[in-house]
């Protein structure tokens, strides 16, 4: 099973939070990337912030993702109309597992990595640098037991000012 990280970064390394007005401006191409991913694999896991967050967006979830089977990950006792929800990744991966999917796709955010990254599930990170320094954003990998080593497998530009690096699991 491939379970694949996207996240977009600061050049400092800071997650830029979709709920943070300062860094909630990821460029459209970084967005577009993450989008394209999850379509063209069929599936997406998200946080409740996360969910509660793009379903704002004109026509919500579905408007971006209208065939993707989309998994919320939530430690409250929340039920969604249309979406299932589960209480940890394991969860997450046996149902889509269970439906098929042969790759998944992890899209936040903060808490959703690290519960991901912790447990040694991610098999493939995408990180998509923003050039911009910011202080207040998410930290991946705040675990002190965590050591996950992987290998840089591809890095390219997305655009001119946004590069991606590609990292597999070793």
């Known amino acids: 099973m491939k379970v694949i990280m996207i996240a977009n970064l600061s050049a400092n390394g800071k997650v830029l939070l979709a709920d943070n007005p300062s860094t909630q401006e990821a460029p459209q191409e970084a967005l577009g990337y993450f989008v394209e991913q999850a379509n063209l694999k069929g ?35 929340i039920s969604v109309e249309g979406f299932t929800v589960v209480n940890n990744p394991e969860e997450a991966i046996n149902y ?5 999917f042969k790759e998944i796709i992890v899209g936040g955010g903060v808490q959703v990595y690290n519960e991901f990254l912790d447990r040694e599930l991610v098999t493939d990170v995408y990180f998509n640098f923003i050039p911009m320094i910011i202080g207040n954003g998410g930290i991946i990998g705040n675990s002190e ?10 890095n390219k530009f997305l655009t001119k000012d946004i590069a991606q690096m590609h990292l597999v699991k070793i």
């Open 43 to 77: 599936n997406l896991i998200l946080g409740r912030k996360t969910y509660e967050i793009m379903q704002q967006f004109p026509g919500g979830l579905k408007a971006f993702f209208p065939n993707v089977e989309i998994v919320l990950m939530s430690h409250s006792k």
């Open 145 to 154: 037991e965590l050591n996950t080593k992987f290998k840089i497998v591809d």
């Open 96 to 100: 889509l597992s269970e439906k098929g």
